[in-house]
């Protein structure tokens, strides 16, 4: 009798492991359908697992999610409602009641809910995957209503800011948002999150006027709290409020007792954001602190190049205003001598003096001196660059070419990217002098460099050249005429264009040096004769792959000397001729606004 009960537990034990082993093993094949994105088979596995094992989690889990995954809600209802019978768990609640309100019991749905809250009344995950659920199904307000209960019933005033804050932006509460966000802030301090927040706020005016109001009475009651002020410097600067912004930098400075660094970085965001006069504020509050200040460099430096760079935003600079800003620059290489802003001073002078005074000669003796001051440095290699570039547009490519190969020598390891701007700049000047074959050996090297820009000018130069190389005559004018070009002769460059078209006939290089004929002529204003080369072009080479821009370019001439009707015929043809083109958009919109200014 014994041998018996103890084979009928042997028998037992071995079913029981045999059945288990089978059932981990199809977990395992049904986990492998589900990361490769089979859920249908994941899903029918999970269903036979579930129905085997009733009161395993994990295979419960296992099949709500990937029914879920595949919509099947109808199918997942009588699972979780026998689940929910035996269990009501905050997780099985949760899920049956966003299927009962998938199924439209809504009532059924709340009551659910409701009960989960009551049940789970202590629990701060509880009230988080409710109002998560109810996100889910795009339930916004009843979200809501969930984590403010939660709040209530908790005695936590500040818990859930975070969720809440998220909530009232998508229904677009501007006000109740802020008062989150700002809970949330008190919290963690967290001032990107808290940008990034408050700025999907700003829908309108109205919701601009309450956040400033807010932020300021946050700023005033947290007077010495350095976030608070730079959250509400940021704002005001957001909403181009730049003179109140610059009061607030001025008190976070006091408060860092930054010297004036932070009024610097604060000049700096401005002027790279094209804000002229008040980085020009900020710079000179820190110039008069003094030569005492340990920033007085940097502001003088940036109220220098601030403004320089006003003066060129209308694209001309007269030879008095250039003078006073290396005046400028000069002074600040005289009282501070060995200071990095001496150095970028330096690289200044020289190029308002190459740019625009057309002394080479200056901009040279700068260039070195740069060169010899901050050696193996950016501005040293910089410097370099420019250098060569100067003796570039000189033709003394010699010159040129060995200050290239220091470069590439030099900077290959620490400035990697100065080192192929030198071998893409040695490569072209190989192009200029008209060496086709040699100068695509040097561009097929730089084809695969990291730096995109870079790399893309190098390929352009292979595709030009591998397209054209049976015209190796106009290639060489081409080549030349790039060059003039870049020395801003743009009357030669023009000329040396019509060489190539004249000796080109109608193939790939003609229609490039017809379009490029056009934009130059545009550039300078010769509207006349773009037109006339963009007609020929059309007329000689009527399926040119060119002519979309073409089109645009007789459009916008034809628009500049007031011929608005046939400017606006003109760009239809594009809208007709070259549905896929890229300037469709620009088109459009220039159709638009012809249109608009006829009526």
Known sequence: ??????????????????????????????????????????????????KEFPNNQVFFESLARTFLGLNKYSELMPYVRDKYSKSKDIGTSVLYAEL??????????????????????????????????????????????????????????TIFADPLSKLYIAIGNYQQGTSEVL???KSNWNLAVAQGR????????????????????????????????????????TINRLDQALDV??????????????????????????????????????IDMGKSNPYVNSALYGYARTLEEKILQNKKISRDEANEMIKRYRNIIKDFPNSQQATESRLRIATISSNFLHDDATAISELQAVTKERPSTHLAATASIELANIYINQEQFETAEQVLLDVSKKYKNNLQSYANKAKLMTAEIVFYKGLIDSSLTLFAE?????????????????????????????????????????????????????????????????????????????????????????????NEIPDTIYGDIACLI???????????????????????????????????????KLRDEQS
């Open 198 to 237: 408050i700025y999907a706020l700003i829908t309108d005016e109205a919701a601009q006027g309450y956040i400033q109001k807010e932020l300021k009475s946050f700023a005033e009651s947290n007077a010495d709290n350095i976030i608070s002020q730079e959250l509400y410097a940021w704002f005001l600067r």
């Open 446 to 538: 730089l084809a695969i460099a990291p730096e995109t820009d870079i790399a893309n000018s190098a390929l352009s130069k292979i595709v030009l050249i591998e397209q054209n190389r049976q015209y190796v005559q106009g290639l060489v004018k081409f080549a030349k005429a790039e060059f003039l070009e870049r020395k801003n002769d743009i009357q030669g460059a023009i000329k040396q264009l019509g060489e190539v078209i004249a000796i080109s006939s109608d193939d790939d290089l003609a229609e490039l040096s017809f379009k490029k004929k056009a934009e130059l002529q545009q550039s300078i204003g010769d509207t006349e004769g773009a037109i006339a080369t963009v007609d020929k072009l059309l």
């Open 1 to 50: 009798m014994k041998k018996n009960i103890v084979l009928l537990l042997l028998l037992f034990a071995f079913s029981n492991a045999f059945s288990q082993s089978a059932a981990d093993q199809k977990f395992r094949l049904a986990d492998s359908y589900e990361k490769s994105g089979d859920l249908q088979n994941a899903s029918r596995l999970y269903e036979e697992l579930h």
């Open 249 to 286: 930098y001025k008190n976070i400075d006091r408060l860092k007792k930054s010297n004036g660094a932070d009024l610097i970085r604060f000049g700096e965001d401005s002027r790279r954001d094209g804000q002229y006069e008040i980085a020009l504020k900020a710079f000179g509050i820190v």
């Open 183 to 185: 809970l949330m802030l």
């Open 100 to 157: 009962l309100w998938r199924a439209g019991t809504t009532n059924e749905a709340n009551s659910v809910w409701d009960k989960a809250m009551t049940d789970f009344a202590d629990s701060e995950a509880a009230y988080l995957q409710i109002s998560n659920s109810q996100v889910q199904l795009r339930l916004f307000d009843k979200a809501i209503s969930t984590l403010l209960k939660g709040r209530k019933n908790l005695s936590k005033p």
């Open 554 to 592: 007789k459009g916008e001439c034809l628009t500049a000397i007031g011929k608005k009707e046939e400017a606006i015929a003109v760009l239809t043809d594009v809208l007709v001729k070259y549905p896929r083109s890229i300037y469709l958009s620009e088109v459009r919109e220039k159709i638009r």
